[in-house]
């Protein structure tokens, strides 16, 4: 089971983390993905880590201003959103893929097996 929390209401230029915790398993288990879901748009993919954390992946978008890590530790994965703009407004969502290689990881929605909740981020312009 996955539990987002963190989401919020920030300013332009401002900054969220948000964090994804599990139970019932270990994220070294699971290549991990942050996605969102904007009103009235789909799904869309933000960002992944792979099972071993040394490798991630971004869209676009966010390159350069988001940061996905996975924490072994506290069986987190946390997504450090910095210089957010009121486009990155949507829910959040963590999601986990059990079938990636130690190194892979996917963009596609359909390939995470697991989701959170959804966490709420209101960026103000």
């Known amino acids: 089971q996955l539990q987002a929390s963190g989401g919020g209401l920030v300013q332009a230029g401002g900054s969220l983390r948000l964090s994804c915790a599990a139970s019932?398993?270990?994220?070294?288990?699971?290549?991990m993905a942050w996605f969102r879901q904007a009103p009235g748009k789909e799904r869309e993919f933000v960002a992944a880590?792979?099972?071993?954390?040394?490798?991630?992946y971004y869209i676009d978008s966010v390159k350069g201003r988001f940061t996905i890590a996975s924490d072994s530790a506290k069986n987190t994965v946390d997504l450090q959103m910095n210089s957010l703009k009121p486009e990155d407004t949507a829910v959040y969502y963590c999601?986990?893929?059990?079938?990636?290689?130690?190194?892979?990881?996917?963009?596609?929605?359909?390939?995470?097996?697991?989701w959170g909740q959804g966490t709420l981020v209101t960026v103000s312009s």
């Open positions: 019932g398993g270990r994220f070294s288990s699971f290549a």
């Open positions: 999601a986990a893929d059990r079938r990636a290689g130690v190194h892979s990881m996917t963009s596609l929605a359909h390939e995470y097996e697991y």
């Open positions: 880590v792979s099972r071993s954390g040394t490798r991630t």
